[in-house]
Every structure is written in C-alpha cells, then in structure tokens.
C-alpha cells in the first residue's frame, strides 16, 4: 500500500528564545527538520513526503531537502493558519488510496521502527496514534480545586498519527473547531475509534533550549550504538 507523511513544521522560535525557526535549528550540524525527513525516508523505500512549511520559509526548506539522501521523495506546500489548516493543505496533495502519517516536524527523534509500527497499526484497524504513559503524578483542576488522576490510565500522546487516507482526509473536510488539538481529535469527531499503540519516550518535542540539550545527547548515543 502507499505511503505518504504529512510532515508539519510550523513552528517559531519564540519558546527557544531564538529568530530562528526551531525546525530549523542545527543539531549536530544539521537542522532539527533533517533528522525527521531522513527517519521517514528509511521507514520504507516507498515512503513519499509532504514537507509543510511556512511560505516565508520554503527556500530554507528546499536547501534541507536535497541534503537529504532521496530528495526525490519530499515535495513541499504552504502552511495555513493554524495546525490543522496546514495538515489540510498538505492532505489535499494525496490522491491514492494510502495509509497517511502526519507528524510534528520538530518531532525528530522519532525512529523508523515506531514509524513502521504505525503503519502496521493502522492497516489492521484503520488508525494508530503513537503514545505513552505517564510518569508524573498527575492532578487535574477541578471546580473545587484539584483531584489526583490514576496515572495508570493516562496516555501522553505523540506524533506519528497514522490513518488510512479516506478516514483521514473526509474528517479534515470538516469545519475547524478549538477542540481539535491534533488529528486524533479531529478524526474522533466523525465517530471513529482511536487506537493508541506504544511510542518512545526519546521521541520528544523540540520545544525548548533543554530539549536541543536532550536530542543532542540521544543522537550521540546512537550514534555511538549505545
């Protein structure tokens, strides 16, 4: 079946204190966004990429991409407002039937194994949403104050969200709502069950300087084989 990633790299660097977008930020002498193409592009030698970026940033995105091994496989289109208008734009470049993963382009940790477990997942029940479990004490907020949660039962959710490409693209027809934090929520919408496979702890979002700090450490150690 074809496979195609919705890779979404939005994001500024406000939270990074820098100018500089954090997708774009080096890691070991390569940008953030170059380890997550690259972790796509050996997940399956079919694997077809959807790079979605700002507009102002599709020069620097066009230079990523053939550094990358197999620029062949990676084309680019424009963001939207928000998150899910800019996975809507990139759906919009799927004609085929397919199984579709969208991803956090600052997501780069991520590995080929989790990416193929996805896969596997959403063949057998037509979506699988990468997550793990809690580790924390967890308490929500509540009109009297605040109650522990069981942490047991809670599920800290990750990127790849993976579909197969009818369920993804009709849910994303539909009309934006403030409750749609990411694509699970907005395929829930239409009725569909979601299912959760087990992510990796590694495959954080880059979202602050300690998080660059984090990555470098596990790229050396991969690196290293460790």
């Known amino acids: ?6 890779v979404v790299a939005g994001g500024s660097g406000l939270r990074m204190g820098t100018t500089v977008p954090k997708q774009f930020l080096e890691l070991r002498g390569k940008p953030v966004i170059w380890y997550t193409l690259t972790a796509f592009l050996d997940s399956f030698p079919d694997m077809q990429i959807i790079l979605v970026l700002p507009e102002q940033h599709l ?4 230079q990523i991409l053939r550094s990358t091994y197999d620029p062949d496989r990676i084309w680019m289109t424009v963001g939207g407002e928000t998150r899910f208008h800019s996975v809507r734009n990139g759906l919009q470049h799927i004609r085929k039937h397919s199984i579709v993963f969208v991803h956090d382009g600052v ?7 989790l990416i193929r477990r996805c896969y596997e997942g959403a063949v057998d029940k037509g979506n699988a949403i990468a997550a793990v479990g809690a580790t924390d004490s967890i308490r929500i907020e509540t009109f009297n104050g605040n109650e522990q949660l069981d942490r ?9 969200q993976t579909f197969y490409s009818d369920i993804v693209k009709s849910a994303f027809e539909q009309d934006f709502h403030e409750s749609f934090t990411d694509e699970a929520s907005v395929v829930e919408k239409l009725g569909v069950k979601i299912h959760l496979i087990e992510g990796e702890n590694s495959n954080i979002k880059i979202t602050r300087p300690l998080d660059l700090l984090i990555a470098e450490k596990v790229l050396e150690e991969r690196e290293m084989g460790l």
Do not use: D, F, H, S
């Not at 079946?1 to 919705?6: I, L, S, W």
């Not at 997501?107 to 194994?113: I, S």
């Open 1 to 6: 079946m074809e496979k195609y990633a919705v």
């Open 59 to 62: 020069q620097t995105g066009q």
């Open 107 to 113: 997501r780069c940790l991520l590995t080929p194994e």
């Open 152 to 160: 047991n039962k809670i599920r800290i959710i990750q990127t790849p």
